[in-house]
């Protein structure tokens, strides 16, 4: 008789059915829960009474337990190089704003541009050698502050003296680069007051300061004797170069026709036949100058005493630079006023704007001239005036040693070839009349 349920109360499987062949494996149905559970203990502690079932244990029927919630998943713990949370996740209402792209480094060397520049005007991602060391203390090369910084094994440096400070500040104005070359002309009307001596040691103390090449050109019409002022390497002539032109190709070329001083001035000869000198014209003076000017950086001219001769005119016309020199005296300061007379009346008035005056006095002493009033006449004409003192070496008229000249003289020198240089930022000069050149 099969037994009937009752409310409340298991069925129990084996009473309705034959028992199973084999009993699969714990856990191995899926689509069953465990219905085999452990014996059930009563409350004093004794084991319940129980029907063995297949497997020693009370079967029971499963009733499913409900469905609990899935807990949410905990957090990550944070890991070692890692942001928790990430900032920059797109999906917290909180992110910030994704970065800009970096900007790839600009070579310093292209220099500051637009918005690169502070409000100061400097470039903020260059540095610098004064941002980054202390000033330093020049050593004094002369004088009793040399002598001090010697005898105190260099604990005590006062620095060089203004008077070094001056010349270095000289010597920086006069290596200003120069793009192209630049042509100066030396000029005066009377004679013996210094012209060919000024070109001379002006050239000197450009070709020992810079790097560059500096030629001297001696287009005087009549036998000149710049060639006598350094020592003489070659017998040619201008005529020799411009009768050689086309085979001249480099500078090893040209430098066949030049003598150079100890201080690397080169200086081309003038033609010492006064027949041949008369024929020197402005298509001569530009020839050679087209020569020259491929090799030299600076070219000075020393022109004769005549300001009618056809090379002159060559000479004036392609002057960056006019120097005037005149001397001490009466007739060598009306000989000069006469000149700026002469240029302004030929159309020259720019180039008289660009002269430098130079008082050259080739005498011990200047008698009873007033150097104030003759300094303010030419000053008010013309850009500047440099006064050279008296020095004996030059007043030889040999060979010129810089190393023989006087301090003084010296200094002069420095002043007027820095004077010069302060032309050389442009290739037709600071001082330059845009207007001349169109004429």
Same mark, same amino acid.
């Given at each position: 008789?099969?037994?009937?349920?009752?409310?409340?109360?298991?069925?129990?499987?084996?009473?309705?059915?034959?028992?199973?062949?084999?009993?699969?494996?714990?856990?191995?149905?899926?689509?069953?829960?465990? #219905?085999?559970?452990?014996?059930?203990?009563?409350?004093?502690?004794?084991?319940?009474?129980?029907?063995?079932? $297949?497997?020693? &244990?009370?079967? #029971?029927?499963?009733? $499913?337990?409900?469905?609990?919630?899935?807990?949410?998943?905990?957090?990550?713990?944070?890991?070692?190089?890692?942001?928790?949370?990430?900032?920059?996740?797109?999906?917290?209402?909180?992110?910030?704003?994704?970065?800009?792209?970096?900007?790839?480094?600009?070579?310093?060397?292209?220099?500051?541009?637009?918005?690169?520049?502070?409000?100061?005007?400097?470039?903020?991602?260059?540095? @610098?050698?004064?941002? &980054?060391?202390?000033? !330093?203390?020049?050593?004094?090369?002369?004088?009793?502050?040399?002598?001090?910084?010697?005898?105190?094994?260099?604990?005590?440096?006062?620095?060089?003296?203004?008077?070094?400070?001056?010349?270095?500040?000289?010597?920086?104005?006069?290596?200003? $680069?120069?793009?192209?070359?630049?042509?100066? /002309?030396?000029?005066? !009307?009377?004679?013996?007051?210094?012209?060919?001596?000024?070109?001379?040691?002006?050239?000197?103390?450009?070709? @020992?300061?810079?790097?560059?090449? *500096?030629? /001297?050109?001696?287009?005087?019409?009549?036998?000149?004797?710049?060639?006598?002022?350094?020592?003489?390497?070659?017998?040619?002539?201008?005529? +020799?170069? !411009?009768?050689?032109?086309?085979?001249?190709?480099?500078?090893?070329?040209?430098?066949?026709?030049?003598?150079?001083? %100890?201080?690397?001035?080169? *200086?081309?000869?003038?033609?010492?036949? %006064?027949?041949?000198?008369?024929?020197?014209?402005?298509?001569?003076?530009?020839?050679?100058?087209?020569?020259?000017?491929?090799?030299?950086?600076?070219?000075?001219?020393?022109?004769?005493?005549?300001?009618?001769?056809?090379?002159?005119?060559?000479?004036?016309?392609?002057?960056?630079?006019?120097? &005037?020199?005149?001397?001490?005296?009466?007739?060598?300061?009306? @000989?000069?006023?006469?000149?700026?007379?002469?240029?302004?009346?030929?159309?020259?008035?720019?180039?008289?704007?660009?002269?430098?005056?130079?008082?050259?006095?080739?005498?011990?002493?200047?008698?009873?001239?007033?150097?104030?009033?003759?300094?303010?006449?030419?000053?008010?004409?013309?850009?500047?005036?440099?006064?050279?003192?008296?020095?004996?070496? !030059? /007043?030889?008229? @040999?060979?010129?040693?810089?190393?023989?000249?006087?301090?003084?003289?010296?200094?002069?020198?420095?002043?007027?070839?820095?004077?010069?240089?302060?032309?050389?930022?442009?290739?037709?000069?600071?001082?330059? +009349?845009?207007?001349?050149?169109?004429?």
């Amino acid at each position: 008789m099969t037994e009937q349920p009752t409310p409340n109360r298991p069925v129990r499987p084996w009473a309705a059915a034959p028992a199973p062949a084999a009993e699969p494996a714990r856990g191995t149905d899926p689509d069953r829960t465990d #219905i085999y559970r452990a014996p059930v203990v009563n409350g004093n502690g004794t084991a319940a009474a129980a029907r063995p079932g $297949p497997t020693g &244990l009370t079967p #029971i029927v499963a009733r $499913p337990e409900p469905a609990e919630e899935p807990s949410p998943p905990e957090p990550e713990p944070p890991r070692r190089g890692r942001r928790w949370p990430n900032p920059n996740d797109p999906l917290r209402r909180d992110a910030p704003e994704p970065r800009p792209p970096l900007t790839p480094v600009r070579d310093a060397s292209q220099g500051p541009t637009g918005p690169e520049l502070g409000a100061a005007g400097a470039y903020g991602g260059e540095l @610098s050698r004064d941002m &980054l060391f202390k000033p !330093l203390q020049r050593r004094p090369v002369s004088g009793w502050r040399r002598w001090l910084y010697l005898v105190t094994f260099g604990l005590v440096n006062l620095g060089e003296s203004p008077q070094e400070a001056r010349y270095r500040e000289l010597v920086a104005r006069v290596n200003q $680069p120069i793009r192209g070359n630049q042509k100066i /002309a030396t000029l005066s !009307l009377k004679g013996g007051v210094g012209k060919t001596t000024t070109t001379t040691v002006l050239g000197s103390t450009l070709a @020992s300061l810079r790097g560059d090449h *500096v030629v /001297a050109v001696d287009a005087n019409p009549d036998r000149g004797t710049l060639a006598a002022r350094v020592p003489s390497q070659t017998v040619a002539t201008v005529r +020799d170069l !411009l009768d050689d032109a086309v085979n001249i190709e480099r500078y090893s070329d040209v430098r066949a026709f030049t003598s150079q001083a %100890p201080s690397r001035l080169e *200086v081309l000869a003038s033609e010492r036949d %006064p027949h041949k000198a008369e024929a020197f014209s402005e298509a001569d003076y530009r020839g050679a100058l087209d020569v020259l000017e491929h090799f030299y950086s600076i070219i000075l001219t020393d022109c004769g005493t005549g300001l009618t001769h056809s090379a002159m005119r060559g000479v004036l016309d392609t002057a960056n630079t006019l120097v &005037l020199v005149a001397s001490p005296a009466l007739d060598g300061a009306q @000989s000069a006023a006469a000149t700026i007379d002469w240029l302004d009346a030929q159309g020259y008035s720019a180039l008289v704007q660009r002269t430098v005056v130079v008082i050259s006095c080739a005498r011990p002493g200047v008698g009873g001239v007033n150097m104030d009033q003759l300094v303010e006449h030419f000053a008010a004409r013309t850009r500047t005036v440099v006064v050279i003192p008296y020095d004996q070496h !030059l /007043a030889e008229g @040999s060979e010129v040693d810089l190393d023989r000249l006087h301090p003084a003289t010296r200094n002069a020198f420095m002043e007027l070839a820095a004077l010069v240089a302060d032309d050389f930022a442009t290739p037709t000069g600071r001082h330059h +009349d845009p207007m001349r050149a169109r004429r």
